[in-house]
């Protein structure tokens, strides 16, 4: 699939680095998000972005901080993380229009913090 | 905000029996709700949804029904095959410009 791509699909990083994650659609849509998927939250809501512009920030510590310059385009970046924060990052993005459509996920970033 | 439940958080079942995996959500103004299957190692994608005006909704082996006075809609799985297994979600929305708010997710195995 290539709707929606994530990259890298893989990234290691020390407390103390700095690094982003890129999401990119490929559908036309107007929404994208950021969820986090862990063992114990399996699909966590992070950042929902509405015709670029942000409209939900669930609780999420500043040390994540999201970037959505366009409608396509969708950052997160991450710095100063902790252990805890390993986890797989999934991006999704939806058409808003009527009643409800189908959300795209991408492959995802595992990331893991050393 | 809405908050969604989903039981039960493990299931397994023989090849060719049913599944059902059963969601309740908090917020009388959701009117979508969608199915997603997660396979290892891979995204979740859309498997089957149904909106508000509608109470049962079937596609092929799979089913949804929807009951809103009591807030709640389940999966069914019927002939289950070994390909089923999964992990599956089940999300539900208030309306067109809120982010989908998923359940804890099952995992589903079906053994032959």
């Known amino acids: 699939e290539t709707g929606v791509t994530q990259t890298p699909r893989h990234l290691v990083m020390g407390m103390t680095n700095k690094k982003s994650l890129k999401c990119e659609q490929h559908l036309g849509h107007n929404a994208m998000y950021w969820y986090k998927q862990s063992a114990k939250k399996p699909l966590e809501l992070m950042f929902v972005y509405n015709f670029k512009e942000q409209t939900e920030n669930n609780s999420v510590p500043s040390r994540f901080s999201p970037e959505c310059p366009n409608s396509s385009h969708l950052f997160l970046h991450l710095h100063t993380l902790q252990p805890e924060d390993s986890a797989l990052y999934l991006c999704a993005s939806r058409y808003l229009a009527g009643e409800g459509n189908e959300q795209f996920f991408g492959p995802g970033t595992r990331l893991t913090v050393l | 905000g809405e908050n969604v439940e989903q039981h039960p958080s493990t299931l397994s079942v023989q090849e060719g029996d049913s599944a059902v995996i059963k969601c309740t959500y908090s917020d009388s103004a959701s009117n979508y709700f969608p199915w997603y299957k997660q396979e290892l190692g891979k995204r979740p994608q859309l498997i089957i949804d149904?909106?508000?005006?509608?109470g049962e909704k079937k596609d092929q082996r799979i089913a949804v029904t929807l009951n809103k006075t009591a807030k709640h809609f389940s999966l069914h799985i019927t002939e289950t095959q070994p390909e089923d297994s999964a992990v599956y979600f089940c999300a539900a929305s208030r309306q067109a410009g809120t982010a989908l708010i998923f359940g804890k997710g099952t995992t589903l195995s079906v053994s032959s």
């Open positions: 149904i909106r508000s005006n509608v």
